[in-house]
């Protein structure tokens, strides 16, 4: 069975950091895509980064470019979500979800964390 383990989460004041970790058991990062979600209250569920795997390119959205990096570390089947300048519109939710098929689109993704959540305060 697979499952993801997301950690990191907290409160931080705007232009602060966060390392966002997902744990991933019962599928190897190596041979699969990841992917980091985000959804604020009264909000859909949006994509915020994904991998496809090392030495492809990453994908970021547009609202986090340069600010927030994607990375995976394959040997401790773990992803890592880098969130620098954060401001009060990035708390939200935040989930690691992931597919055998590279895609942005949430319906794409067959496993997710339970989710940890950012809060970014003014």
């Known amino acids: 069975q697979v499952q993801l383990v997301e950690s990191g989460g907290g409160l931080v004041q705007t232009g602060g950091s966060l390392r966002l970790s997902c744990a991933i058991s019962g599928r190897s990062t190596s041979r699969s895509a990841v992917g980091w979600f985000r959804q604020a209250p009264g909000k859909e569920r949006e994509i915020v980064a994904a991998?496809?795997?090392?030495?492809?390119?990453?994908y970021h959205a547009d609202s986090v470019q340069g600010r927030f990096t994607i990375s995976r570390d394959n040997a401790k089947n773990t992803v890592h979500l880098q969130m620098n300048s954060l401001k009060p519109e990035d708390t939200a939710v935040y989930y690691c979800?992931?597919?055998?098929?590279?895609?942005?689109?949430?319906?794409?993704?067959?496993?997710w964390g339970q989710g940890t959540q950012v809060t970014v305060s003014a």
């Open positions: 991998s496809r795997g090392i030495g492809s390119p990453t």
């Open positions: 979800a992931s597919t055998t098929r590279y895609s942005t689109a949430a319906r794409d993704y067959d496993y």
